[in-house]
């Protein structure tokens, strides 16, 4: 591999100003897009030796064909021309958002002569003032219908406003006192601006004053006998507090903000916004990020931020991120600069002031807001991943990717992965799950006890080793290999041999299909040792391939270099999937047994009961705590005494890798039991 490509620049030909770069290929199309603070600086770290680089990073920089860049005065100009130019060229390599559904909006048509309200998803109306999002239609209309009676401005089509001009007659909403009906003169077109700009000003959260002034009006009229306007007050009140019972309230209510939350791993990430205006919750928001090259939690947060506020709505003055971005100020900038461009003919001369400030919420409500977005964030990116796996196109596409990327003849239909877990070199186990048709088959996962190893490799050759010969034995062999365990589960359905016979056939039927791909989690080092049991016993017809971690790269036999799957293909979502899937069910196996084995082992001293050991692991709080702890703390544990403690120490400490090292029966754990 050369060390670097050959379109690289001379050192003393980049400047050192800020500005921003674009990578692009033979065909002039751009790659990325990106800004620095020094050019030189910047740049010098896409043209370090390859084989140094992040494995995408060294894609991105391969595919291209040149960079240049573009020298700007400020840190702050670099921020508008690179979001303008991701705008433009939309790069492949930039973060791509995926925003799958369109949400419903309150919107008020401030810029009519006539204002209206209305129920739309359509963000380009000319001078609207929009509210939400909303999660669901009915809870707009609700609102809409409340709110009509405090601002009973105009809510109909343009179709039904003319007709009812040319009538003179007002339509139903008018007659029941929803609409003050503009169309048959009567309120002024002024008066009517002014009520639907009071509608939209209680909407920014602006409630409390409204509330207090309809309550001195109601008072007052009470006061002079006017029953009929203290009702009509009455009502309106009514009908706001039920507007405002809709909403939670999680802040003072002169809070006006933003709240972000992002869950994210290697190839994508989970967005939630939640909209607090007047100290509630007035909209929620929520998409998902495909990430194609490696990038921190700030990165993305600074590109996370620039696209929500990418049109008509005007960012608030606090903004709530879980982590700040190297450019803050800048951003602050922008935002601001932003903010002061969105028309609000509310708002005073028409536009919004003040400045916008990006900040991380460390205590109080605000923590707590925060987390609370964080959490439906990651449920965001569960549901995400759950909904993309279920589909079945995505499916078939991802088993034809990975068909054609591995080399396959067919495709894998059936798949299998292992994991190796331990606890610093003891207590040993793996795991094997199975997918076939790109879907877990959660009856056919196994778990293994490993007796003994000396690295990952060696555990990952002897599960491998073990796993195939079930594709080798027959029935007879695999009623010698059963443990005990399986057949004493069926004992008492039928005869002893019986029993052994029927458990044999089941685990025979569920063990010995071969899979189409075998995959391992690591790199070159374990698929070595996974092919040395794979060529040992002498089964053919597996496709073999490791995936390593860090850069999500899939490691063939006999392979000196990886092979690459698109950073937010189905493919490698399928497989980081099933990586996951042996990750968590061996980590599972793992800490079952770690919890077993302690209990087993104070189990066995003299006057130590199961109350006791309970007792011992919540004090202490876990195991590793226990080992370090000294006679006299286990003595303070309530019902064990000075002696009992010495004993539990001395056990402790003369036997503290024994239970870890315990042969085990060495024999696949059906999941199911």
């Not at 674009?22 to 603070?37: C, I, S």
Request: aromatic share 6%; glycine share 6%; hydrophobic share 35%.
């Amino acid at each position: 591999m050369a060390d670097t490509v050959s379109y690289r620049p001379k050192a003393g030909e980049i400047p050192t100003q800020p500005g921003v770069y674009r990578f692009r290929d033979k065909n002039r199309r751009v790659l990325y897009v990106g800004k620095a603070k020094n050019l030189r600086a910047r740049l010098s770290n896409y043209f370090q030796p390859l084989r140094s680089l992040h494995e995408r990073t060294r894609r991105m920089v391969t595919t291209a064909s040149s960079v240049e860049w573009t020298v700007v005065g400020t840190e702050y100009e670099a921020l508008q021309l690179e979001y303008t130019w991701i705008k433009e060229f939309n790069p492949p390599f930039n973060v791509k958002f995926r925003d799958d559904k369109t949400y419903p909006y309150l919107a008020v048509t401030l810029g009519d002569r006539i204002p209206r309200v209305m129920i739309t998803r359509n963000r380009n109306i000319k001078d609207a003032r929009y509210f939400g999002p909303y999660t669901k239609v009915w809870a707009i209309r609700e609102t809409v219908d409340l709110m009509l009676k405090a601002f009973p401005m105009r809510s109909c089509s343009d179709g039904v406003y003319r007709r009812a001009e040319l009538t003179g007659r007002p339509c139903l909403l008018g007659d029941i006192g929803k609409c003050a009906a503009p169309c048959v003169g009567r309120i002024s077109p002024e008066d009517h601006k002014s009520l639907a700009i009071d509608f939209a000003s209680f909407m920014a959260g602006n409630d409390s004053g409204y509330l207090r002034d309809l309550n001195d009006k109601m008072k007052q009229a009470a006061s002079t006998m006017d029953y009929e306007s203290a009702a009509r007050h009455r009502d309106a009140i009514q009908a706001l507090e039920g507007v405002l019972g809709k909403s939670a309230v999680v802040l003072p209510e002169d809070v006006d903000a933003d709240v972000f939350g992002i869950a994210h791993d290697e190839l994508a990430a989970a967005v939630t916004q939640f909209l607090v205006r007047g100290g509630r919750v007035r909209g929620v928001r929520s998409w998902v990020v495909d990430k194609e090259l490696d990038m921190g939690l700030g990165e993305l947060v600074e590109t996370v931020v620039q696209n929500a506020y990418d049109g008509p709505d005007a960012p608030p003055r606090e903004i709530l991120v879980p982590e700040l971005p190297d450019d803050t100020a800048e951003l602050d900038e922008w935002l601001t600069q932003r903010r002061r461009e969105t028309p609000d003919p509310s708002a005073p001369r028409g536009r919004l002031t003040g400045r916008v400030s990006l900040r991380t919420a460390q205590r109080g409500d605000k923590a707590a807001l925060a987390q609370t977005v964080e959490m439906n964030a990651k449920n965001a990116l569960v549901l995400y991943k759950t909904r993309r796996s279920s589909d079945f196109v995505a499916r078939s596409k991802a088993l034809n990717d990975i068909q054609d990327a591995l080399g396959m003849t067919d495709a894998p239909l059936r798949m299998e992965c292992y994991d190796v877990s331990h606890l610093s070199g003891t207590n040993i186990v793996a795991s094997m799950v199975v997918f076939e048709d790109g879907l877990p088959r959660k009856d056919q996962y196994r778990r293994f006890s490993i007796p003994e190893s000396t690295d990952d490799t060696e555990s990952i050759y002897q599960v491998i080793s073990r796993r195939l010969a079930y594709l080798k034995e027959t029935p007879a062999a695999v009623v010698e290999t059963l443990d005990e365990e399986t057949a004493l589960d069926a004992e008492g359905a039928a005869g002893a041999d019986e029993v052994v016979e029927d458990a044999a056939e089941r685990r025979r039927r569920k063990f010995s299909y071969p899979p189409n791909l075998l995959i391992v989690d690591g790199g070159q080092p374990q698929v070595a040792a996974a092919k040395r049991a794979l060529d040992e016993s002498g089964v053919t017809g597996i496709q073999l391939a490791g995936i390593a971690k860090r850069l999500e790269e899939i490691w063939l036999p006999d392979s000196d270099f990886p092979v690459i799957l698109p950073r937010n293909s189905d493919a490698l979502f399928l497989i980081q999937r099933l990586r996951d899937e042996a990750h968590r069910f061996a980590i599972t196996y793992q800490r079952a047994r770690r919890k077993r084995d302690i209990g087993t082992v104070l189990g066995e001293i003299p006057g130590l009961g199961p109350s006791r050991v309970k007792e011992l692991l919540k004090h202490f709080g876990s195991v590793a705590q226990l080992r370090k702890a000294t006679p006299e703390q286990i003595a303070e544990v309530r019902g064990v005494g000075p002696r009992l403690a010495a004993a539990v120490y001395e056990r402790l400490a003369d036997g503290a890798s024994a239970p870890d090292a315990q042969p085990q029966d060495g024999q696949p754990v059906d999941s199911s039991r």
